[in-house]
Nanobody
Framework: VQLQASGGGLVQAGGSLRLSCAVS????????VGWFRQVPGSEREFVAA????????YYRDSVKGRFVISRDNAKNVVYLQMNSLKPEDTALYYC?????????????????WGQGTLVTVSS
């Protein structure tokens, strides 16, 4: 399984961005996909995740109501729509995949990672 994240950029506070994560391989629906972010000097943290069917989604508290994760299993793509962005959302964003199962919000449970895409929110 290979993942390719894209869509990062520079945006003003209050603006929006949509990140995309293209996933190669068959049986895409067997994988849950998560978005994580990391700033220098800090640990990588969970942002949002979606189950293989798309029926279950999870968010960290600080992004609830602002970010929406979705997936298109026909295109093997997962999206992260980020609205009302804040300077504290600035980070390198990664997408990752794992087989469907429990503990979908736990970073260490993900075995496949893409490269990061940088999101910078100016005040």
């Amino acid at each position: 399984v290979q993942l390719q994240a894209s869509g990062g950029g520079l945006v003003q506070a209050g603006g929006s961005l949509r990140l995309s994560c293209a996933v190669s391989g068959r049986t895409f629906s067997r994988y849950s996909v998560g978005w994580f972010r990391q700033v220098p000097g800090s640990e990588r943290e969970f942002v949002a995740a979606i189950s293989g069917s798309g029926g279950s989604t999870y968010y960290r508290d600080s992004v609830k109501g602002r970010f929406v994760i979705s997936r298109d299993n026909a295109k093997n793509v997962v999206y992260l729509q980020m609205n009302s962005l804040k300077p504290e959302d600035t980070a390198l964003y990664y997408c990752a995949a794992r087989s469907n199962g429990l503990s979908i919000t736990i970073t260490s449970r993900y075995g496949y990672w893409g490269q990061g895409t940088l999101v910078t929110v100016s005040s």
